[in-house]
């Protein structure tokens, strides 16, 4: 017979923990949680970033192959007539389509026809396919396969096509623009100084990465990161970068050609830094009057032309493909002549450090 003496109960007795202990012991771990979560915020956006540039590496190389097989960087967009319009009419065949054969996707590729319009019915299948190459991980949206509210899957990145606000035409200063064909020699400012393409934030009124308009590419009209992502961005007068924009476009000088073919604009730094210190580009006339006149309805249907400018989700800035195939991180505070000197192929202007 086990006899269980006093002593041995009390050391089966256990202690368990008060309710301050535990209450201590939780507001540490929360504390430890709250110390830690940034930390783990940085490096998921570093890896993101990292990703992002790796993106805009692969896209590099593949214009490169493109320029190796054809001896011309592709056209931004190919149609018979611009200025390019943002709707959903014309051949409008991108840039992006043209190297999909040397980003490994050669039996997408062949899914488009060449023969149709990028907005056909037979071309539609191909342009809902996700390349993960187009997209950047750090937007919320590039988890989807599909964007909300749009039947095409767009993209993060698009091509340089011109310096400041203007459509998308054939006389651009950028490399990638209307029917385009330039060639390295063309780019006489040197490959290492002009920026090829950087990335964008999307609108779910874009046309997907297979449409050659504002969907695939942009100006240096606005500075990075100040076209707000959202379907009300083009032309809406109320926000503040289309004002910039607005202020340029009624420097308009009548129907003269200021290098623009009837776009030329011209300002002053009341303008936010956006204008030319001569006042002008090409004839050099006029200033911009302090307060600008109401938008006319031509002004308001030219602004519906212009694509938007570059922009990203990461913090401080977007990142940047050059001609020569580096990729650079871009401040959103860069100054603004040396931001349109590296959109401007052949301004003869030299670039220091950015």
Not at 89 to 100: C, D, M, Q, R, T
Not at 200 to 211: F, H, I, Q, V, Y
Not at 327 to 333: A, G, I, K, T
């Amino acid at each position: 017979m086990n006899l269980v003496t006093e002593k041995d109960l009390r050391v089966k007795k256990h202690r368990g923990f008060t309710l301050i202990e535990l209450l201590v012991v939780v507001a540490i771990t929360a504390i430890l949680i709250a110390l830690l979560l940034p930390a783990v915020q940085q490096a998921r956006e570093a890896a993101r970033r990292t990703e992002c540039k790796n993106n805009l590496k692969q896209i590099g190389f593949a214009v490169h192959s493109y320029y190796n097989s054809f001896e011309t960087l592709p056209p931004g967009v190919v149609n018979s007539t611009g200025p390019i319009e943002q709707a959903a009419k014309g051949y409008h065949h991108s840039w992006l389509v043209s190297i999909l054969p040397y980003l490994d996707e050669s039996l997408l590729s062949e899914a488009i026809d060449g023969d149709l319009s990028i907005y056909a019915e037979a071309n539609l299948p191909p342009r809902k396919v996700s390349i993960q190459t187009y997209l950047c991980p750090s937007d919320p949206a590039s988890i989807h396969s599909l964007p909300e509210n749009q039947s095409v899957v767009l993209s993060n990145y698009a091509g340089n096509h011109h310096h400041r606000s203007a459509p998308i035409d054939t006389n651009n200063h950028g490399v990638l623009f209307l029917n385009s064909r330039v060639r390295y020699h063309e780019i006489y400012d040197g490959a290492t100084h002009t920026l090829m393409a950087g990335e964008a934030k999307r609108s779910p009124e874009d046309l997907g990465w297979a449409s050659g308009t504002r969907s695939s590419l942009r100006n240096g009209g606005i500075l990075i990161n100040q076209t707000p992502e959202g379907s009300r961005y083009y032309n809406d007068m109320t926000s503040e970068p289309n004002e910039i924009i607005r202020a340029e476009y009624e420097t308009l000088m009548g129907e003269g050609d200021g290098g623009y073919g009837g776009y030329g604009m011209g300002g002053d730094e009341s303008l936010g830094g956006f204008g030319d210190e001569d006042g002008g580009e090409g004839s050099g006339e006029g200033k911009a009057s302090d307060q600008p006149r109401p938008p006319t309805p031509e002004l308001v249907s030219r602004l519906a032309f212009d694509p938007g400018g570059f922009g990203s989700h990461h913090v401080g800035g977007a990142q940047f493909l050059l001609c020569d195939g580096s990729v650079r991180f871009l401040s959103e505070n860069i100054d603004v002549a040396t931001y349109r000197r590296l959109l401007d192929r052949a301004d003869g202007i030299e670039v220091g450090e950015f």
